[in-house]
């Protein structure tokens, strides 16, 4: 990606996502604060992640953070890969990949985030909807993204 199109992402999610949202998950809090994308992205950077910076990770420009349980759970910063266009969420305390799919761009990210804002705080859409409607809006990673894992846990119970 140019940093025109780093730009570009960043003014999407800045004007058509919320800055700070909160979704209940059978109870517990999942927040999102996208205030990050109020600035020009840039790379993430080993102090932010109190660590040893792996490789793969030099190429993410987060974009926001994830915090379930308030604290309690898992923090993720979420942005997007300055290579493949891709929305990624990395937890260095994850057991398995510290760095996993959201989804293929940006515009998959804003329209998936806002259908399940839609059924998890507006309560304009019916949770039983999701799978099929989210698996429509990015058809090429929603199977193997944390989307998919996501709406296991809300109607797996």
């Known amino acids: ?5 780093l730009e570009h992402a960043r003014n999407r999610i800045a004007e058509e996502l919320p800055r700070h949202v909160r979704w209940l998950l059978h109870g517990t809090p999942l927040d999102f604060d996208f205030s990050r ?13 109190h660590g040893a910076m792996e490789p793969d990770w030099a190429t993410l420009y987060p974009f926001g953070m994830q915090d379930y349980a308030e604290g309690g759970g898992a923090s993720p910063f979420l942005g997007v890969d300055g290579i493949s266009g891709e929305v990624r969420g990395l937890d260095v ?8 799919l959201l989804n ?6 804003i ?6 804002d839609r059924a998890l705080r507006l309560g304009t859409a019916s949770v039983n909807s999701l799978p099929s409607a989210a698996a429509e809006i990015d058809q090429q990673v929603f199977e193997r993204s944390d989307w998919a894992k996501l709406l296991g846990f809300l109607l797996g119970g």
């Open 1 to 5: 990606m140019t940093a025109a199109d």
């Open 37 to 49: 994308s109020r600035s020009r992205l840039q790379p993430l950077s080993a102090s932010e992640i």
């Open 93 to 100: 305390e994850r057991d398995s990949s510290c760095l996993f």
């Open 104 to 109: 293929s761009n940006v515009e998959a990210f």
């Open 111 to 116: 329209e998936t985030f806002t259908l399940f």
